[in-house]
């Protein structure tokens, strides 16, 4: 194979945020409902022919040409071909592209991480399945590149669709699909909004804040992870309008965690959309600012967009099922030893 295109989810969490660190579940068991939607990353990735005048090539924000893996400046890239055992010997030729700013609460580096590894194993033409993408994206964020980030996106962006997602103390996860009906499944997302205030910051710092104040939260902690299975029946057999009042309860633990987990725009912000009707919400990822989910009555939808405009831009979206995937792969590119 030499080249593949992969990609893979975005991700919404609802309840159990924070129960996902590992500092969190070596001690006490996590969990996490959240679900992916239909805005994905990118990866292309091939091995770049010899006679272009360049070892690797990474295209991101940069346009990166380098002569060594070492000298790669995406941490992620870098620090994913060494995991995987590439070397100078063949050229690599990356793109990234993707369909919502990155560091805005909605798992990008996780989510990159997993259509990374999707992309270089099966251009190493290694077997991975969902399990063992999840499994490696852990690693190699929290083991090889050492960042302070949580397990649940990992998770979310290989499997897809709407699972409560278990975070075990020998560090195992499992995943539960709810298995909801079409029907159902429409009428949860059309009663949810998620608006983008037009800013975006690295999760890392915001993530350290929370971490460091994990043991000063327990309670607020195992109140979040008990609303996953709360959540969890009213989306099998509940009214739905208890799970927006449900979002507001865990908006107002979360901004508990830290006093970096929130901010006086994204506070305006959010009192803004509950007196225009919004029941409840939350501001997804570390904190700081991002993309705000909200659970709005469809009769409402139009007063939130008012009285957001022109702060925040609403992006629509559907939920999706199928998790990180190959969409391409071709046999068709020029290799060094091709003659």
């Given amino acids: 194979m030499s080249m593949v295109v992969c990609r893979a989810p975005f991700r919404v969490s609802f309840f159990g945020g924070g129960s996902d660190y590992p500092e969190w579940y070596r001690d006490e068991p996590g969990a996490v409902l959240s679900t992916t939607i239909d ?36 941490p992620a890239v870098r620090e994913g071909l060494r995991y995987l055992n590439f070397d100078d010997s063949l050229g690599i030729e990356l793109h990234y592209q993707g369909d919502l700013p990155s560091r805005v609460g909605m798992g990008s580096s996780s989510t990159f991480v997993v259509a990374l590894l999707k992309a270089l194993t099966g ?40 699972n409560v997602i278990n975070f075990h103390q020998n560090g195992r996860f499992d995943v539960n699909p709810l298995g909801l009906s079409a029907e159902r499944e429409r009428e949860l997302s059309s009663n949810l909004m998620l608006f983008f205030p037009g800013r975006s910051r ?3 710092d915001q993530a350290l804040s929370v971490t460091q104040n994990l043991p000063n939260r327990v309670a607020e902690i195992r109140r979040m992870v008990a609303m996953v299975r709360e959540g969890e029946a009213i989306l099998r057999h509940g009214d739905l309008m208890d799970f927006g009042r449900m979002l ?28 225009a009707g919004a029941v409840g919400g939350k501001l997804l990822g570390a904190g700081g600012t991002g993309f705000v989910l909200l659970y709005v009555p469809r009769e409402c939808q139009a007063a939130v967009i ?14 999706e099922r199928e998790g990180v995937r190959t969409v391409h792969q071709s046999n068709n590119v020029i290799l060094p030893n091709d003659g």
């Fill in 248 to 275: 507001h309860e865990t908006w107002q633990l979360k901004r508990c965690l830290s006093d970096r987990v929130s901010s006086p725009e994204i506070d305006n912000l959010y009192d803004r959309a509950r007196r």
């Fill in 202 to 204: 690295f999760s890392s």
């Fill in 123 to 162: 251009l190493r033409g290694l077997k991975a399945d969902q399990q063992k993408i999840a499994e490696m994206a852990i690693e190699l964020e929290q083991v090889r590149m050492k960042e302070t980030v949580g397990s649940q996106d990992q998770v979310a962006a290989a499997f897809g669709g709407l």
């Fill in 39 to 74: 805005k994905y990353i990118y990866i292309t990735c091939r091995y770049l022919p010899p006679f272009l005048g360049t070892k690797h090539r990474v295209v991101w924000r940069y346009v990166e040409q380098v002569d060594s893996i070492g000298e790669i400046l995406h």
């Fill in 306 to 319: 008012d009285a957001l405009t022109p702060q925040c831009v609403n992006v629509p979206f559907a939920l």
